[in-house]
């Protein structure tokens, strides 16, 4: 972990804001440590640098969302993972803490994770857009047309070899199409980057939020995490 976030863990403590040590600890800046996980790949030191200067990319990208957003909110988990978990944009708790998925669609989603023996530290987790929108509302397509580069970018860099997509504004951004999520649902599609030359396969599902709405989807959503760990295992 580097200095600065050595600082900031110790200032989190010393506030007693206790609950942040629960689930499972952040690894923001840290590469992988966990390197025993089948989940993580050989640890790549020039990863981190390499997002370092996306996050300053999208600090500095010009858009109406910073004047009304409290922070830039990137990632979370393993720069190392196999698998990365793509959300449409943070929520008031995640705005307050600079933090993906660390509210109530959170830890729905460490639940999922835990399901299929993942902790967030395993995994990459993003979103489509990196600020808040106002009251929480769907990014616009302006919005998710101007951040998708960024998140391209996350993908080159961290090199998965699955992208699990929560929600139809991630599943419509990264595999480009109008089609809903409930016909992109139940199969496996390829990610095609540019940079890298290799298939990533992408799991199409329901976003937590909607399913802490909508619980009797819960058992669809379990049939593509199974799906995931069965792709997983399969490329161990
Ligand atoms: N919803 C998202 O899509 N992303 C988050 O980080 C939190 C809630």
């Known amino acids: 972990m580097n200095q600065s976030n050595i600082k900031n863990l110790e200032f989190i403590i010393n506030s007693g804001v206790n609950y942040f ?14 390197t025993s996980s089948k989940y993580i790949k050989e640890v790549d030191n020039e990863k981190l640098e390499r997002i370092e200067k996306i996050i300053t990319k999208i600090k500095s990208f010009d858009t109406p969302l910073k004047n009304s957003a409290q922070n830039l909110v990137v990632y979370d988990g393993n720069l190392d993972a196999r698998v990365m978990f793509i959300g449409e944009a943070p929520g008031k708790d995640e705005d307050i803490q ?7 669609a959170g830890q729905l989603l460490n639940k999922m994770l835990a399901a299929i023996n993942l902790k967030r530290e395993d995994v990459y987790i993003t979103n489509v857009v990196n600020w808040r929108p106002p ?6 397509d302006k919005e998710i047309l101007e951040f998708l580069p960024f998140l391209q970018e996350q993908i080159d860099i961290i090199n998965p070899d699955l992208i699990f997509l929560l929600g139809g504004v991630a599943s419509k951004a990264i595999l480009s199409t109008p089609h809903t ?46 799906m995931l760990q069965k792709k997983l295992n399969e490329k161990n």
């Open 21 to 34: 040590l629960q689930d499972s600890p952040r690894n923001w800046y840290n590469t992988s440590t966990n």
């Open 98 to 104: 600079g933090l993906p998925f660390v509210g109530r």
């Open 135 to 140: 009251n929480n509302r769907t990014p616009t």
């Open 181 to 226: 999520l409930s016909k992109l649902r139940g199969s496996l599609h390829e990610y095609q980057s540019l940079k890298l030359n290799k298939v990533i396969y992408a799991i199409a599902s329901y976003h937590p939020a909607f399913l802490l709405r909508s619980p009797q989807y819960k058992k669809a959503s379990w049939e593509d995490l199974q």
